[in-house]
Every structure is written in structure tokens, then in C-alpha cells.
């Protein structure tokens, strides 16, 4: 099988992050995607918390009409810092002889080398990287030739730009901004009926 690893806070998942799975799923031939929602991430400072069962509920509601698309709360479960090395061995075990595809941001990207145990990353997995705009306009190609050995193990992802974060959501909703049509129905409904981020 081919499969996808789509990881992150999606705190809430938007329909930037749908648009991107859908270009990931079909550039790759991917069979399916995992979404994988984490407990707390390493280089990032979260500065917002809710219940993580609102955000494995948030992304089944979002994913739920698509059979290729499917959740793991592996990270979540753990209880602590979520390294992504720990969550490739572990969906590495569950699909035997698979090939993984790690999708991560071009801004993520261009910090890939601060990653706990990058190069391990690299053995097992190819590394997908979802363009994100920048004023400075870069060379992808080139920061990827840095990766010498590496670099026919990591792919720019043709998709678009989609300039929409879930932090700009969270203060949508707390200011009484629009933000419907930011998200799925089903998750827009169901953060409405639970007064999530307010």
C-alpha cells in the first residue's frame, strides 16, 4: 500500500488542510491518509488548548465522507511530546511493507534539519512538502539539493497555496468573525453547538 501520514495540531482542521489532503492523495496514487492530531508538538509553542477529544471529533466530522481518509490518535494517546520518528516506526508496524509518504509545510520544511532524528525520518519515509507562501520567493529545488543522499527521498507537492490557519479561525470565532465556510459543515456545526473556541 501507499500510504500518507498527514500530521499536525489542526486545532481545527480547515478546509486548507482538506484541499491539501486531496492534492496528496492524488499526486502520490496514495491508497489512504492517515491524520495524525498531536499531543504537543517539539518546535512549536501552543498557546491554545482545548479537549483533544473536540479535535479527533473535529476531523472525523471532516473527513468522514471520504473512505481514503482516516484518523489515528497514536500521538494523542501518548501523552507527551509527539515526535514524529516515534509515529512513522509505529505506522511502519502497523502496515508492513508499505511505502510512507510524511507530508509536512514548506515552512516546516526549511527546519527539517532541528527534527528529532531527521535522517531516521528519511530512511523511512519520502518526505512531501505542501508549498506555502512566502514574500521572499525561494528556490525549493535548491534548499532540497542540500539534502545530498537525501534528496530523492523528498518531493514538493504541486497543490496550491492555500493561505487559511487555524489560528486566524480560532480568532474568527472568539471575535464573532466569519468563519463558516473556513471549515466542513460538519465541523462548523458541531463547533457551534459545542461553543468551541470561544
Not at 5 to 21: D, K, Y
Not at 180 to 193: G, S
Amino acid at each position: 500500500m501507499r500510504i500518507g501520514i498527514f500530521g499536525g495540531s489542526f486545532c481545527p482542521i480547515h478546509i486548507g488542510h482538506l484541499i491539501i489532503a486531496d492534492y496528496f492523495l492524488n499526486e502520490l496514487l496514495l491508497d489512504k491518509i492517515i491524520f495524525v492530531p498531536n499531543y504537543k508538538s517539539p518546535l512549536k509553542n501552543d498557546d491554545y488548548y482545548i479537549e483533544k477529544v473536540h479535535i479527533v471529533n473535529l476531523i472525523n466530522l471532516s473527513i468522514g465522507d471520504n473512505p481514503k481518509l482516516t484518523i489515528d490518535d497514536f500521538e494523542i494517546k501518548q501523552k507527551k511530546i509527539s515526535y514524529s520518528i516515534n509515529t512513522i516506526l509505529y505506522i511502519k508496524d502497523l502496515y508492513k511493507n508499505s511505502n510512507l509518504f510524511f507530508l509536512i509545510g514548506l515552512d516546516q520544511f526549511l527546519q527539517f534539519q532541528n527534527w528529532y532524528r531527521w535522517q531516521d525520518i528519511l530512511e523511512n519515509v519520502t518526505l512531501v512538502i505542501a508549498k506555502r507562501n512566502f514574500k521572499n520567493h525561494m528556490n525549493v529545488s535548491l534548499e532540497i539539493e542540500k539534502y545530498n543522499n537525501y534528496k530523492d527521498k523528498i518531493l514538493l507537492l504541486n497543490s496550491p497555496i492555500v493561505e487559511i490557519s487555524s489560528s486566524d479561525i480560532r480568532n474568527n470565532i472568539k471575535n464573532n468573525k466569519a468563519f463558516r465556510y473556513l471549515i466542513h459543515p460538519n465541523a462548523y456545526n458541531y463547533i457551534v453547538e459545542n461553543n468551541l473556541f470561544q
